[in-house]
């Protein structure tokens, strides 16, 4: 599991061939946040570049309806997005307990 500076995890609660996702908090505030890292433990460059747009690209945008992003960290060389925790859970994860 991930461990981060500052950040409390509480559980992963995504996993794809790419990405990992955490829920936690923000140590300082007590911040419910979602942790978005590479699953790679030696990404590539081009990976690394396209987390850091990804970044930009939601820290720019102010709209309602859009998670808000609050850091990107760098985790042993892999960056980890810190974003709004809203209280969603994953569409499989609704799916499978929907099933149940």
């Known amino acids: 599991m991930l461990t981060l500076s ?3 995890i509480i559980e992963q609660i995504y ?3 790419n990405s990992l996702i955490y829920r936690g908090y923000r140590e300082g505030d007590n911040q419910p946040v979602i942790l978005k890292t590479l699953r790679d433990v030696y990404p590539s460059p081009e990976r690394i570049a396209c987390y850091q747009r990804e970044y930009d690209i ?3 945008l102010h709209l309602a309806g859009v998670v808000q992003v609050y850091a990107l960290e760098i985790h042993q060389q892999r960056p980890v997005l810190v974003l709004e925790d809203f209280g969603g859970t994953s569409l499989a994860q609704s799916h499978h307990q929907w099933y149940k």
Do not use: D, F, K, R
Request: charged share 10%; no cysteine; glycine share 12%.
């Open 15 to 17: 996993e794809s061939s």
């Open 58 to 60: 939601i820290h720019n």
């Open 6 to 8: 500052g950040y409390q």
